[in-house]
């Protein structure tokens, strides 16, 4: 067969793209659709973990209150208007100077002092307010510091770790109150003896440490517990007041001011821990109370 004679072969190569007509543009799409849905709900967790404290303080910050409020151009003291009459002056935000600056009571003297105070203004009644709320949290954050350093100080003295079960700690209307209660086989006094043992000593020195650290008038009152039928005994009063008495002594001692004690009493078993059964060891025991105090307010007011 000569060279003329011979067919024609043609050979078509196909390319296959690696996962047929569908491709790997789907995976993308997949990818993001996952990626929204987990930025979705970590916004949601976030939002349900959040408080309202928190959250105002982010809406606080994409619209804070220190932007100015006024639509003149000019953030300075002037405010865009000009000191004299001549000239080109424009009003600018004139008036928002004018309605913070109001006009004198008719009756104020020259002193600039209202001269016939019959009652506070309502700027008046919103500052002291304002001063108690101020004066209250500050001292709250002080009682529950006072607190949280009691507690501290137990874990990291071994020779109080052993006695908090004995002490505990909660937050009155009347203050921060702390109470060396008596356990089973474990008693903070003797039985009818008023001396405190070592066990008691440790406690309220410890307490003290912590107390001297603030200002508050501080309380001190004795409990005792019922008999085993249920009643009570006349001389759990003299008793309760005398342990109370050298409670204070140890505390004085330990550094505590005596112009800061308050008031020392004893209550006998007329107001039990456990009312439930008044005849149960934790009634006996020592609550110290530090005072909340009355804000003190300037002059005037």
């Not at 020259?110 to 203004?121: H, I, K, L």
């Not at 501290?152 to 079960?165: G, I, N, T």
């Not at 909660?170 to 006094?189: A, H, K, N, Y």
């Not at 009493?265 to 107001?271: V, Y």
């Amino acid at each position: 067969m000569s060279v003329s004679d011979r067919p024609i072969m043609v050979k078509k190569i196909k390319k296959v793209i690696e996962g047929g007509h569908h491709g790997g543009a789907w995976k993308v799409a997949y990818a993001d659709f996952v990626t929204a849905m987990m930025a979705f709900f970590l916004l949601m967790w976030l939002i349900n973990t959040t408080s309202p404290q928190q959250k105002r303080g982010i809406a606080d910050y994409f619209a804070p209150a220190s932007v100015s409020q006024s639509t003149s151009g000019s953030g300075g003291i002037l405010a865009g208007t000009a000191l004299g009459d001549a000239g080109v002056k424009s009003n600018g935000s004139a008036s928002v100077i004018e309605n913070l600056a109001p006009e004198a009571p008719p009756n104020a003297d020259n002193s600039g002092q209202n001269s016939n105070r019959v009652g506070a203004t309502p700027l008046d009644t919103a500052s002291e307010q304002a001063l108690k709320s101020e004066l209250q949290a500050r001292e709250q954050a002080s009682l529950q510091s006072a607190a949280e350093s009691l507690k501290q100080a137990m874990q990291d003295m071994p020779e109080l770790a052993e006695l908090s079960k004995q002490v505990m700690i909660d937050q009155t209307p009347e203050g921060l109150r702390i109470q060396l209660i008596d356990q089973e086989g474990r008693p903070m006094f003797d039985p009818g003896s008023a001396k405190p043992n070592d066990r008691a000593k440790i406690l309220l020195r410890a307490v003290a440490k912590i107390a001297a650290r603030l200002p508050n008038r501080i309380t001190i009152s004795g409990h005792t517990s019922a008999n085993a039928d249920g009643t009570k005994s006349g001389g759990d009063w003299p008793l309760s007041a005398s342990r109370a008495d050298a409670s204070r002594q140890i505390m004085q001692d330990a550094g505590i001011d005596a112009d800061r004690v308050y008031q020392v009493s004893g209550k006998a078993a007329s107001d039990p821990l456990f009312p439930d059964d008044p005849t149960l060891p934790g009634n006996r025991r020592i609550a110290i109370v530090l005072l909340r105090e009355s804000p003190v307010l300037p002059p005037n007011h």
